[in-house]
């Protein structure tokens, strides 16, 4: 197996008539070629290279839509930074205290309700502790404490199951990365939730369904998971692709599904498609996104 590991021995490898671990080493430098050290703001901020996201704002807006993006960006929800809290506690849960805080207003609602108050958040003295409160948060993103608890439940439901747990777990499992490629004249990136390098990637996915055979099915086509897996392991490599899915509210039903062959095949037509209608209006620029418009027969 192909690991982590390698990239801390690196250096210190003989390679020497010795075919396999020449390729090992092609492969692991070709890895941190295509390894992007960037943070989220870094990320998200950068409009350069190609993401899924852009190819689902056209797959369900137009290139209009994904015109704004580019020029006007994307205002980040609440239920974006309530995913990514979920995603340190399962993935990263030393990180979560660095990168969040937690507004714990338990304490302080009894208090306010003891003394007769109907709407406890309404008054002054609520107004002024949260105030307060907020003044400790030091830049870190603020997640209320009922999503902490409910993504404290997700999680543990997760941490229940052995063979989730696992392929979560695994000491050759790199976090969080982000990965790029070139292909043609077109620069795309993927932020990868789990790699274990040479073997698997893997996402994590909240649904607000069950998780059952039927529901799964439904939401890979409704939200182009298909699509998504096919890139990423386009970008990196990979072959194998997992999506970890859970119900976001309880009781939690939660599986893993494994990507077929024939469902990255599907998946990669997707994308393909996607990226022409990129190129052709924000790459070659052959076509005009503010000249476009839909003529259909039906």
């Known amino acids: 197996m192909q ?32 390894t992007l050290n960037w943070n989220d703001e870094q990320y998200f901020s950068d409009k350069e290279y190609l993401t899924n996201s852009m190819l689902s704002m056209i797959s369900k807006g137009g290139v209009k839509h994904l015109q704004n993006y580019l020029i006007n960006g994307q205002t980040q929800k609440k239920h974006n930074d309530v995913g990514n809290h979920f995603h340190t506690i399962v993935l990263e849960p030393e990180k979560v205290k660095d990168r969040f805080f937690i507004l714990d207003d338990r304490k302080i609602m009894i208090t306010l309700q003891a003394e007769g108050s109907k709407n406890p958040r309404a008054t002054n003295k609520y107004k002024d502790w949260k105030t307060e409160q907020l003044s400790e948060s030091k830049g870190r993103i603020i997640i209320d404490y009922d999503d902490h608890y409910n993504n404290e439940c997700m999680a543990n439901e997760l941490n229940s199951h052995k063979t989730i747990r696992e392929l979560i777990t695994s000491q050759d499992n790199l976090f969080e990365k982000v990965y790029r490629d070139v292909n043609g004249n077109i620069k795309r990136k993927g932020k990868i939730d789990i790699r274990n390098f040479g073997n698997y990637l893997a996402d994590l996915k909240g649904s607000k369904d069950p998780i059952t055979s039927q529901t799964i099915r439904n939401t890979i086509i409704k939200y182009g998971y298909d699509r998504q897996a096919a890139y990423y392991c386009d970008i990196t490599g990979e072959e194998q692709f997992y999506f970890i899915m859970i119900e976001k509210t309880y009781p939690f039903t939660c599986g893993i599904v494994e990507m077929s062959a024939e469902a990255l095949k599907v998946g990669r037509e997707k994308y393909q498609r996607l990226q022409n209608i990129y190129r052709d209006f924000f790459v070659d620029k052959v076509k005009d996104p503010d000249k476009y418009f839909l003529m259909e027969t039906f």
């Open 3 to 34: 690991n982590q590991n390698y990239l801390k021995e690196e250096e210190n490898m003989e390679f020497k008539n010795n075919p396999l671990q020449e390729a090992m080493l092609k492969d692991i430098k070709d890895m941190k070629i295509k």
